[in-house]
């Protein structure tokens, strides 16, 4: 299916002078718009900003970066919003980025790069590409890491669906586009502020219970639906949404682990111990590669007076390597907080010297932007 492009029949590129459209969606969004917009210069050769109803100043601010400023009426749908901004593009390839997101300059020239290598002769891109989304709250030393598709063709058939948690790879897949992942980096950090995100998940929650009631979700809607309601803290409706989730998926889909380790969470959360060590262990121990599975197991054990189990579990939070999580997670916070636990465990135990020192020897390596890994854990114990 991937051949339409080649012939070009549908092919909607206006200006093959150009190589690159940055294509967003804003609404106030006067605190970091200007700061995205600055991240990409050099790089794009057109901005499309789509407006949803600001009135802090925002298409003013997109204006003076040089932006071509659209408005389009807010509906509840961010995909109908999305697909407006990439229908005034006019360059071969596609960029979206968000308002509280930057594009690293460390990697301006690694996406130049990418760009000319996968543009054919006849201008006509035919590959997506993930890039590395990085949610985090202290400038990117640390955060959530995920693989999304935020690069790919200007072409009309490849457009966003869902009204909310958008995506673009359902219509990429049926065009048979391949999309392969790229470690170029994009810094998000709109869900930093604990208000923020309320308010961001309170109008989620909103669109995904209307999508549910209207019979048009799927396993992703009740993944989201579950993450929404775990945010605003209603922990039973989200361990009922991610086992909708589960019973929905298909066989194999990510979204059955990523919603068994939330139901762990969500277990934790309201003090189900029991349940939380029996669900963990229940694949002979396949949930625990996933850190926040052998986080919660620890503290589940700890809490249920199971020191030597506790302390495994949480000594197995720091072998886990680096990488990209399903669903995604904060792994050094992850790491702080089981050390945290094993600090704990050893007051409890009556070692608060051993306690305190193995907190600052955290806290030490941690602000050098060493790792908290099982060989510092086992250097600690040789001491």
Same mark, same amino acid.
């Given at each position: 299916?991937? /051949?339409?492009?080649?012939?070009?029949?549908?092919?909607?590129?206006?200006?093959?002078?150009?190589?690159?459209?940055?294509?967003?969606?804003?609404?106030?969004?006067?605190?970091?718009?200007?700061?995205?917009?600055?991240?990409?210069?050099?790089?794009?050769?057109?901005?499309?900003?789509?407006?949803?109803?600001?009135?802090?100043?925002? %298409?003013?601010?997109?204006?003076?970066?040089?932006?071509?400023? +659209?408005?389009?009426?807010?509906?509840?749908? +961010?995909?109908?919003?999305?697909?407006?901004?990439?229908?005034?593009?006019?360059?071969?390839?596609?960029?979206?980025?968000?308002?509280?997101?930057?594009?690293?300059?460390?990697?301006?020239?690694?996406? &130049?790069?990418?760009?000319?290598?996968?543009?054919?002769?006849?201008?006509?891109?035919?590959?997506?590409? =993930?890039?590395?989304?990085?949610?985090?709250?202290?400038?990117?030393?640390?955060? &959530?890491?995920?693989?999304?598709?935020?690069?790919?063709? =200007?072409?009309?058939?490849?457009?966003?669906?869902?009204?909310? !948690?958008?995506?673009?790879?359902?219509?990429?897949?049926?065009?048979?586009?391949?999309?392969?992942?790229?470690?170029?980096?994009?810094?998000?950090?709109?869900?930093?502020?604990?208000?923020?995100? $309320?308010?961001?998940?309170?109008? =989620?929650? /909103?669109?995904? %219970?209307? %999508?549910?009631? #209207? #019979?048009? @979700?799927?396993?992703?809607? !009740?993944?989201?639906?579950?993450?929404?309601?775990?945010?605003?803290?209603? +922990?039973?409706?989200?361990?009922?949404?991610?086992?909708?989730?589960?019973?929905?998926?298909?066989?194999?889909?990510?979204?059955?682990?990523?919603? $068994?380790?939330?139901? /762990?969470?969500?277990?934790?959360? *309201? #003090?189900? +111990?029991?349940?939380?060590?029996?669900?963990?262990?229940?694949?002979?121990?396949?949930?625990?590669?996933?850190?926040?599975?052998?986080?919660?197991?620890?503290?589940? *054990?700890?809490?249920?007076?199971?020191?030597?189990?506790?302390?495994?579990?949480?000594?197995?939070?720091?072998?886990?390597?680096?990488?990209?999580?399903?669903?995604?997670? =904060?792994? &050094?916070?992850?790491?702080?907080?089981?050390?945290?636990?094993?600090?704990?465990?050893?007051?409890?135990?009556?070692?608060?010297?051993?306690?305190?020192?193995? *907190?600052?020897?955290?806290? @030490?390596?941690?602000?050098?932007? $060493?790792?908290?890994?099982?060989?510092?854990?086992?250097?600690? $114990?040789?001491?």
């Amino acid at each position: 299916m991937a /051949a339409s492009l080649s012939r070009g029949v549908r092919w909607r590129v206006t200006d093959f002078t150009m190589l690159l459209s940055l294509c967003m969606i804003v609404r106030n969004e006067r605190r970091h718009l200007e700061r995205c917009l600055r991240s990409v210069r050099g790089v794009v050769d057109e901005l499309v900003v789509v407006d949803t109803g600001s009135d802090d100043g925002s %298409q003013e601010i997109a204006r003076r970066a040089g932006a071509r400023s +659209f408005e389009f009426p807010w509906v509840n749908d +961010f995909a109908r919003a999305r697909n407006h901004a990439l229908e005034q593009a006019r360059a071969p390839w596609i960029l979206v980025l968000d308002a509280d997101e930057q594009l690293l300059e460390r990697d301006h020239a690694a996406l &130049m790069s990418l760009l000319r290598a996968h543009t054919p002769k006849d201008g006509v891109p035919r590959t997506a590409f =993930n890039l590395l989304v990085n949610n985090s709250s202290d400038g990117g030393r640390t955060g &959530m890491l995920a693989h999304i598709v935020r690069l790919f063709p =200007n072409h009309p058939d490849i457009r966003y669906e869902w009204p909310v !948690h958008e995506q673009i790879a359902t219509s990429l897949l049926r065009l048979g586009i391949p999309i392969k992942d790229t470690r170029i980096e994009i810094l998000h950090d709109g869900y930093a502020e604990a208000a923020r995100n $309320q308010a961001k998940q309170q109008r =989620n929650l /909103a669109i995904l %219970q209307k %999508q549910v009631a #209207g #019979g048009g @979700a799927f396993a992703l809607t !009740h993944f989201l639906l579950g993450g929404a309601r775990l945010d605003l803290g209603d +922990f039973s409706g989200a361990m009922a949404a991610y086992q909708e989730c589960i019973r929905s998926a298909t066989p194999g889909d990510q979204l059955i682990q990523g919603a $068994q380790v939330r139901i /762990a969470n969500c277990l934790y959360a *309201m #003090g189900r +111990f029991l349940e939380v060590c029996a669900w963990v262990q229940a694949d002979g121990g396949v949930r625990r590669a996933h850190p926040e599975q052998s986080l919660v197991l620890g503290n589940s *054990m700890k809490a249920l007076g199971n020191i030597s189990g506790a302390r495994e579990a949480l000594c197995g939070v720091l072998a886990v390597q680096d990488g990209v999580f399903m669903p995604p997670c =904060n792994l &050094m916070t992850v790491k702080v907080e089981a050390v945290l636990g094993l600090a704990t465990l050893l007051k409890e135990q009556g070692d608060e010297k051993a306690a305190v020192q193995l *907190m600052r020897a955290a806290v @030490a390596r941690s602000a050098s932007g $060493q790792p908290l890994d099982s060989a510092w854990w086992v250097s600690l $114990q040789g001491r």
